[in-house]
């Protein structure tokens, strides 16, 4: 399996961006996986951001993005957008994977099972 994401850059604060993941790989069902993106500033802990259900679209998200950034899917790659980004949204952003069928949606980076290589969003002040 193979999580591959694009579109980080750096912007100004209050602009709005967008992430994409594309999944790929060996073929297994989605019907219980969940994706997830984790973010980690410099010097910090990787962060949950959001986690949607593939199937049912069920979505949750880290309280500090909550109203401001909007995860969802469209086919296999899953999107963030990023709506009044703040200088503290600078980040590498990850997606992540997980097929274990947990009864909720999971936070915990160590639940996901594959991840991508990152890509950084940068927000000036």
């Known amino acids: 399996v193979e ?3 694009s579109g980080g850059g750096t912007v100004q604060a209050g602009d709005s961006l967008r992430l994409s ?4 790989g060996r073929d297994f069902s989605f019907s ?9 500033a ?4 990787r962060d949950f951001v959001a986690a949607l259900r593939w199937t049912g679209g069920n979505t949750t998200y880290a309280d500090s993005v909550q109203g401001r950034f909007t995860i969802s ?6 999107y963030l957008l990023m709506n009044r ?8 952003y990850y997606c992540a994977l997980e097929v ?11 639940d996901y099972d594959y991840w991508g290589q990152g890509t950084q969003v940068t927000v000036s002040s």
């Open 3 to 5: 999580l591959v994401e």
């Open 21 to 24: 993941c594309a999944v790929s």
């Open 32 to 40: 219980f996986c969940d994706m997830a993106w984790f973010r980690q």
């Open 42 to 45: 410099p010097g910090k802990l």
């Open 73 to 78: 899917r469209e086919e296999n790659t899953v």
């Open 85 to 92: 980004l703040k200088p503290e949204d600078t980040a590498l």
């Open 100 to 110: 274990g069928g947990f009864p909720f949606l999971p936070q915990r980076e160590d």
